[in-house]
């Protein structure tokens, strides 16, 4: 197993609770395709860089989580689905 790290940032206008929601629903994922979460952080709403397909603002979520290539392929897929996720990376630790 490899560990992993993934940064997302949530729409401004998805509430508090559906951020939290989401965040549950992206550790689900990871947990039904074999990974094991090691810690998530929400760090709230922060200003971006830079404009992102018109959103100035965004709620950043910082996931640690060890598993295998196709959990994390998986993991990918969706993010890139859900439309109210701006932006994501992925990074492998080790």
Do not use: G
């Given at each position: 197993m490899n560990a992993y790290e993934v940064t997302y940032i949530i729409k401004a206008d998805v509430s508090e609770e559906d951020?939290?929601?989401?965040?549950?629903?992206?550790?689900k994922i990871t947990t039904e395709n074999g990974g094991?979460?090691?810690n998530v952080d929400i760090w709230g709403k922060r200003r971006l860089a830079y404009e992102i397909n018109g959103n100035v603002e965004g709620t950043y979520v910082c996931?640690?989580?060890?598993s295998d290539v196709p959990a994390t392929a998986?993991?990918?897929?969706?993010m890139n689905l859900d439309e109210n996720i701006v932006r994501s990376l992925f990074i492998r630790l080790n």
């Open positions: 951020a939290q929601a989401m965040s549950e629903k992206f550790s094991q979460i090691v996931m640690k989580y060890n998986e993991l990918r897929r969706i």
